[in-house]
């Protein structure tokens, strides 16, 4: 059986078109196992009941930004080794540092298409197919 068909993914962004673009992305790659949460707090409260492979999150959110997220995720045990990507409009050096420091391990700059997905998700965990 194919990664692609096993991997839970968790897409978190303030933005319903985001969130639809970023679905869309995975689902054109054979994702299927997709969570959606409409912003950094909900995420958080939900990925500590099921923790997930990977999250996917916009960086610019209302309660907890992504960088946020990220590092609350770090500090919980059971999603402390999460995959997480940050999706950011603007890629500037000080910014990855920052999600470096909290062990992000990868990003995506907007705007977002399947092939730099499939890229990204595969930096991360290997073939998919």
């Known amino acids: 059986m194919a990664l692609k068909e096993l991997l839970e993914v968790a897409v978190v962004d303030d933005t319903s078109v985001s969130r639809g673009l970023l679905v869309a992305a995975l689902e054109e790659i054979g994702l299927r196992n997709i969570e959606i949460y409409k912003n950094g707090q909900e995420a958080l409260d939900g990925l500590k009941r099921h923790p997930r492979h990977l999250v996917i999150s916009d960086m610019n959110m209302p309660k907890l930004d992504g960088l946020q997220l990220l590092e609350a995720l770090r500090g919980h045990e059971p999603t402390s080794q999460v995959g997480f990507v940050l999706v950011t409009g603007r ?5 990855i540092e920052r999600g470096r420091q909290f062990r992000m391990n ?3 700059e907007k705007p977002i298409d399947a092939p730099k997905m499939k890229r990204c998700i595969e930096a991360i965990v290997g073939s998919i197919d």
């Open 91 to 95: 890629s500037d050096a000080t910014l």
């Open 106 to 108: 990868n990003y995506l």
